[in-house]
């Protein structure tokens, strides 16, 4: 059973444009609507992420299997690894 919007539309999530909509769609399915950090510690989140080495396609954590962009985005989430 999916519980990924995108899986389930069957959208290709490579180079689509992630929406708020879309994130907190996601988010919530995942377990991480717990809220957002602000944008600033969003985008340092990411620039960690992206440089990592488990990250796979820029879009998912091997360490957890996590979309990144939505990971990053919630005040509960931490990296698996402790990198934030």
């Known amino acids: 059973m999916s519980f990924c919007p995108v899986c389930e539309s069957g959208r290709e999530l490579l180079g689509?444009?992630?929406?708020?909509d879309l994130l907190s769609e996601m988010a919530q399915r995942?377990?991480?609507?717990d809220g957002d950090v602000?944008?600033?510690e969003y985008?340092?989140?990411?620039?960690i992420c992206y440089v990592c080495p488990s990250a796979q396609g820029m879009m998912t954590c091997a360490e957890c299997g996590?979309?990144?962009?939505?990971?990053?985005?919630?005040?509960g989430s931490f990296c698996p690894i402790g990198k934030w």
Do not use: H, P, V, Y
């Open 30 to 33: 995942q377990g991480f609507a």
């Open 43 to 47: 985008n340092n989140r990411l620039g």
């Open 38 to 40: 602000s944008l600033t």
């Open 66 to 75: 996590c979309f990144i962009q939505f990971k990053a985005k919630s005040k």
């Open 16 to 20: 689509m444009d992630l929406s708020e």
